[in-house]
Structures are given as structure tokens and as C-alpha cells.
T-cell receptor, first 114, second 115 residues
């Protein structure tokens, strides 16, 4: 059963803690993305990776970090430097990262800072 | 930089009636346009896209969208709405000249179909 998985579904963090959100895909896609979704603002790109060991910042990368050591995995770390991290986080992938490819999305992780 | 506008936060229609969810875009050059749907606490699902060719694009679940270059619009339509179509709909746009990470999403339109 192919697709994208994200874990955990819900995550609670205390202020000052770093947390890592998992994203795994078995679609053999080259490109992977992390978005942040806030009510009324649509999706905003945090980071993007077109190939293994390469990634680029999106519009709101400050306070976040990523790695792409394996093609199927693209974890996102929300650091203590991110001042307002409470949001719904979506991971996506696409076959080659070309602009005419649609993206396949995971089910999301809802992060809440206590 | 490109941008996408979805002028309606909320659209309400009765089941069986036609529905339209509006989207306008601003990009340089020829646009690549997408519609996605999101159900509560889920990721986005792809509905349809316009890359080139016919202005009327047909997609999943009976949805279609019309590309209008002069009006820079890409409205999503369905001839007969179902209660199960109730969800959040996102329009997205990019173009060949932009970087690969430069896909812009609209703020979303919440569609409610009432029985």
C-alpha cells in the first residue's frame, strides 16, 4: 500500500524543547516538501528537497531544520527558535519535483506548544 | 512573485445544485494550476491540474475546472453537489520560470453542501 506516512498524528511540546516530525514515503518520489498550515492562511512552504542530501529553504524556514539522508525519509525538526510553532504540519512528495507534477500529501501532524 | 487568491472563505450550496469555487492567480508566463481538497484533520488530495491544452480540465469525483487566461482564473466546478463534497478546497499555482519550490497556495475555501 503506497503512500506517505507522518508520525505522530498529535504532538505536544513544552516551550524551549526541540521536536522532530517524521515523514516517510514509499512512492519512490525524488522530491519531498514540508508545509505549515494555519487557519485562513493556506499552506506555506518550510523546506523542500529535490534529491537525497540536498534541501532548500522555503518561505518560513526560520526555526526549522531538515535532513534528507534517505530518499524515503524527510524529517522536520521544530527548534526552540521557532516562536510560534503551534500549527498543522503537512509533508508531501512528488515524482521529480517538476512544476507540472501534483504533490501527494501525508495525513499531517498537529503540533501544540503547551 | 506569483500569488493565488480565493475570494470566498465559505461557499454554501444545496445538494444537487451546481457548485463553483473561485480562484484567481498572478504568475509570470504560462501558469501551472492545481486544485486540492482537504477533509478534516487530513492531508490534501489532488483533484485536477491545468498544464496546457484544453481550457476545461476534468478531474476526480466529477469535478472540473475552467482555465481562463484573460481573466487569470481557474474556477472549480461540479454540476451536482453532494453532501460528501463538503471540505476545504485549495487552489495552487506556479509557472515554468519559477524555482521548483515556488508553488503558491490560496488560503482555502470551505465548501458546505447541505442536504
Amino acid at each position: 500500500d503506497g503512500g506517505i506516512t507522518q508520525s505522530p498524528k498529535y504532538l505536544f511540546r513544552k516551550e524551549g524543547q526541540n521536536v522532530t516530525l517524521s515523514c516517510e514515503q514509499n512512492l519512490n518520489h525524488d522530491a519531498m516538501y514540508w508545509y505549515r498550515q494555519d487557519p485562513g492562511q493556506g499552506l506555506r512552504l518550510i523546506y523542500y528537497s529535490q534529491i537525497v542530501n540536498d534541501f532548500q529553504k522555503g518561505d518560513i524556514a526560520e526555526g526549522y531544520s531538515v535532513s534528507r539522508e534517505k530518499k524515503e525519509s524527510f524529517p522536520l525538526t521544530v527548534t526552540s527558535a521557532q516562536k510560534n510553532p503551534t500549527a498543522f504540519y503537512l509533508c508531501a512528495s512528488s515524482p521529480r519535483g517538476l512544476k507540472d507534477n501534483e504533490q501527494f500529501f501525508g495525513p499531517g501532524t498537529r503540533l501544540t506548544v503547551l | 512573485a506569483q500569488s493565488v487568491a480565493q475570494p470566498e472563505d465559505q461557499v454554501n450550496v444545496a445538494e444537487g445544485n451546481p457548485l463553483t469555487v473561485k480562484c484567481t492567480y498572478s504568475v509570470s508566463g504560462n501558469p501551472y494550476l492545481f486544485w486540492y481538497v482537504q477533509y478534516p484533520n487530513r492531508g490534501l488530495q489532488f483533484l485536477l491540474k491545468y498544464i496546457t491544452g484544453d481550457n476545461l480540465v476534468k478531474g476526480s469525483y466529477g469535478f472540473e475546472a475552467e482555465f481562463n487566461k484573460s481573466q487569470t482564473s481557474f474556477h472549480l466546478k461540479k454540476p451536482s453537489a453532494l453532501v460528501s463534497d463538503s471540505a476545504l478546497y485549495f487552489c495552487a499555482a506556479t509557472a515554468l520560470i519559477y524555482n521548483n519550490n515556488d508553488m503558491r497556495f490560496g488560503a482555502g475555501t470551505r465548501l458546505t453542501v447541505k442536504p
